[in-house]
């Protein structure tokens, strides 16, 4: 099992979760944050520190979000495993059901605004 971050990061990406994670398991999209499930230790240090409530315990994810424990999956189908987030940076490779989202700076009153 892992933590999956979910829609409420989208266009928000706060990065608290990243200083929190001792293992260097965060990931940056163009457009939200992502967990390597593989990289993950299940430590739980970067849930609580979520300013917008949007990382869950895999088995913890609301049915809202259920998809997003795939669309975290497909986000690494074509990174693997580099074995740090740190040294990827920022990358272009968001999931299309994520690059397809409305942008949260057209619509401020989506979740995680």
Known sequence: MTYVITEPCVDV???????????D??????????IHPDECVDCGA??????VE??????????QWGEYT??????????????????????ENDPPAVKNLPSRAEDPAAPGV
Not at 13 to 23: A, F, L, M, N, S
Not at 46 to 51: A, K
Not at 54 to 63: C, F, G, H, R, T
């Open 13 to 23: 990406k706060d990065k608290t979760c990243i200083d929190e994670c001792p293992v």
């Open 70 to 91: 795939q669309i975290n999956a497909d986000f690494f189908a074509e990174l693997g495993s580099p074995g740090g987030a740190s040294k990827v940076g920022l990358t």
């Open 25 to 34: 398991c965060i990931y940056e999209g163009a457009r939200m944050l992502y």
């Open 46 to 51: 970067c849930e609580p520190v979520c300013p």
């Open 54 to 63: 949007a990382i869950y315990y895999e088995d913890d994810l609301p049915e």
